[in-house]
T-cell receptor
Framework: SQQGEEDPQALSIQEGENATMNCSYKTSINNLQWYRQNSGRGLVHLILIRSNEREKHSGRLRVTLDTSKKSSSLLITASRAADTASYFC???????????????FGTGTRLKVLA | NAGVTQTPKFRVLKTGQSMTLLCAQDMNHEYMYWYRQDPGMGLRLIHYSVGEGTTAKGEVPDGYNVSRLKKQNFLLGLESAAPSQTSVYFCASSSQYGRDGYTFGSGTRLTVV
């Protein structure tokens, strides 16, 4: 039961360009997170945006959330070769009374930054 | 500062064999999770735990069992491995409710032949 779906599935850009990835989801959420996964490694948490927030920044990362469109975007500015990785969104719509926010992950966007 | 450590990193099993994957975290996190990652499927939640002595089923629990006897450890067991369980397994932990994000281990690549 996929909740978040990233778009595009793969993206190839030149170093220095901006990379934009999108995540669409089906049901209302409590919050949404973005993760990065380098090849053969575990996922690394990048940023969390809550359902009542519209935009967050962290260094070269900018995340937006549009709950009316059920979508989020991750923008990486001035990309570097080291940004080459897969990027996943994860959404939670678990009620707080359940005791945990269970996150459902999308299938990811594979980003390749060419030097 | 190890974070989340998974052992082993690689394993090949024959169909019908059993094994246990170990996850250990040193961040005093209450919540721990086991995911599997398959090509084109993203990560799918197998089981999770909200505290020592508690476990709950996730999205794809069949064929797996878990135990959380100590707060820092979360074990994933396969009693009778099947080729469909060939996958990369990730353990993660988080503080209460996971609202600040998960910390993932580096994964266990399991092949069942």
């Amino acid at each position: 039961s996929q909740q978040g779906e990233e778009d595009p599935q793969a993206l190839s850009i030149q170093e220095g360009e901006n990379a934009t990835m999108n995540c669409s989801y089906k049901t209302s959420i409590n919050n949404l997170q973005w993760y990065r996964q380098n090849s053969g490694r575990g996922l690394v948490h990048l940023i969390l945006i809550r359902s009542n927030e519209r935009e967050k920044h962290s260094g070269r990362l900018r995340v937006t959330l549009d709950t009316s469109k059920k979508s989020s975007s991750l923008l990486i500015t001035a990309s570097r070769a080291a940004d080459t990785a897969s990027y996943f969104c994860a959404t939670s719509n678990s009620p707080a009374t359940s005791g945990t926010y269970k996150y459902i992950f999308g299938t990811g966007t594979r980003l390749k930054v060419l030097a | 500062n190890a974070g989340v450590t998974q052992t082993p990193k690689f394993r090949v099993l024959k169909t019908g064999q059993s094994m246990t994957l170990l996850c250990a975290q040193d961040m005093n996190h209450e919540y721990m999770y086991w995911y599997r990652q398959d090509p084109g499927m993203g990560l799918r939640l197998i089981h999770y735990s909200v505290g020592e002595g508690t476990t709950a089923k996730g999205e794809v629990p069949d064929g797996y069992n878990v135990s959380r006897l100590k707060k820092q450890n979360f074990l994933l067991g396969l009693e009778s491995a099947a080729p469909s369980q060939t996958s990369v397994y990730f353990c993660a932990s988080s503080s209460q409710y996971g609202r600040d994000g998960y910390t993932f281990g580096s994964g266990t690549r399991l092949t069942v032949v």
